[in-house]
C-alpha cells in the first residue's frame, strides 16, 4: 500500500485564520488542513490566536493572526488562514518549537534556537544596542525570524504570556522575558539561568508559570500562583522552582501548562491535573473547583493516555489507541464534538474524515498528537487499517 502522509486536524474558534482551512468559521467538528496533504507533518502547536506545524524535513509553517509579525514575516493582514513557509527559516532544519502570547520560539537539529514576533517585554531575547546609543528601545516587534540565546546549545524551547524558558543539552533551564504578568517585575532580554535545576529532561509553560521534569522524576514548578497552577498546596507565586506536590511515587513522563492549569502524565496512562478548575478543564466532571494540588483524573482511568495538552480554557487528552478526549470550555466549539457545551467530563472527539483515495479496505484515524490554543485545537493523525485487512 502507498504511504499516506498524516492528516493535520483543526477545529475551534476560526475568527483569526487558526485553524489553516481557508475561512474564518468556527468549527463545531474536526476539520482537515488540506493544504497539508502533501506534506508530512510531524508536529503542531497550537497558540492563543496561532498555530504552526513542523514538517519531517524541517520545514516550518505559521497560521493564523499577524498583526506583531508572530507567523514570522511582516504582516500584510492581520489574518492568514492558509499556511505559508517561514522563509527565513528555509534553510535550518527546525526540529520543535513554541507559540507564546504573540511571540514564538523554534530550535534546529543544531541546537539553534530563534524567536519572532511581539517583543516589548524582551521575549524575543534581543539585546539594545551596546555601542554608542544606550538609550535604544529594544524593537517592540520582531517579524523576521531571528537567532535568541546565541550562546546556548538548546534541546527545547517554550514560551509563555510574554516571557520565553528555553531547556540546554546540559539539562539546564534559562529563561527571558517578562515571566509575570505586566509590571511586576522588569523584563529581562539576555537570557538567566533558572537556579536549583539540573539534569532537567522536559519543561512546559503556562501563561505565567513553569513546570520542568528532571531526570529523577521529580517535578518543580515557578512563577504565578493565584490558582494552585504550581501544585505547591498553596496560592504564594514563586520566583524560584519548588517542587510539586502529591506526586511522589509516580512515574512521570509528559507535563503540560495551559492558561492557569498544568498536568502530569505516569508512566501507567494515568492523568493528573491541578490548578484553575473553571469550565471543567481539569476533567473532573462537575467539580470545576480549583485544585492546590495534583489530582488523579478519574474520568480517565483505564484509557491509557500518552500525551496530554493544556489550552487557555480547555484540554485535550490522546489515547494510545488513538482516541481523543476534550473537556472544558465549549465555546466556538472548541471540544470538537459539534457541541458547545461546557464540560469537565471528558468526551471522545470524533474524526469523521473521508478514508485516503488510494486506500482500500475499511480502517479509521488514529490520532497520533494533540495540541490545544486558547480556543482551538489542533491534531496530527494517520490512517490505520483493520486488523482484518492487515493480516490478508
Known sequence: MADINPIILAWGSGEDGQLGIGDNEDKEWVCSIK??????VSSVVAGSRNSLAICEDGKLFTWGWNQRGTLGHPPETKTENIPSQVKALANVKIV?????????????????????GGNEYGQCGEE???????????????????????????????AGGTH????????????WGQPWPPGDIKQIST???????????????GAFHNLALIEDGILWAWGNNEYGQLGTGDTQPR???????????????????????????????EVYGWGRGEHGRLGFGDDKSSKMVPQRVQLLVGEDIVQVSCGGTH????????????????????????????????????????????????????????????RHTLAIATWQNDESEQSQ
Open 35 to 40: 493544504s497539508f496533504e502533501s506534506q508530512k
Open 164 to 175: 520565553s524558558v528555553v531547556l540546554t543539552h546540559e539539562g539546564h533551564v534559562w529563561t
Open 191 to 205: 537570557p538567566v539561568r533558572v537556579q536549583g535545576l539540573e539534569k532537567v529532561k522536559l519543561i512546559a509553560v
Open 96 to 116: 520543535q518549537a513554541a507559540i507564546g502570547g504573540w511571540h514564538c520560539l523554534a530550535v534546529d537539529d543544531q541546537g539553534r534556537a530563534y524567536a519572532w
Open 315 to 374: 484540554s485535550v487528552a490522546l489515547s494510545r489507541d488513538g482516541r481523543i478526549f476534550s473537556f472544558g470550555r465549549g465555546d466556538h466549539g472548541r471540544l470538537g464534538y459539534g457541541r458547545k457545551v461546557t464540560t469537565g467530563h471528558p468526551m471522545d472527539v470524533p474524526i469523521n474524515i473521508p478514508q485516503p483515495i488510494s486506500n482500500v479496505g475499511t480502517g479509521h484515524w488514529c490520532a497520533k498528537l494533540v495540541a490545544c490554543g486558547g
Open 128 to 158: 539594545p544596542e551596546r555601542k554608542d546609543d544606550i538609550t535604544r528601545a529594544v524593537r517592540r516587534d520582531i517579524v523576521i525570524p531571528q537567532r535568541c540565546a546565541p550562546k546556548l546549545s538548546v534541546r527545547q524551547v517554550a
Open 239 to 269: 520566583s524560584q522552582p519548588i517542587p510539586v506536590q502529591g506526586l511522589s511515587g509516580l512515574t512521570l513522563v509528559d507535563i503540560a501548562a495551559g492558561g492557569w492549569h498544568s498536568t502530569a502524565l505516569t508512566d501507567e496512562g
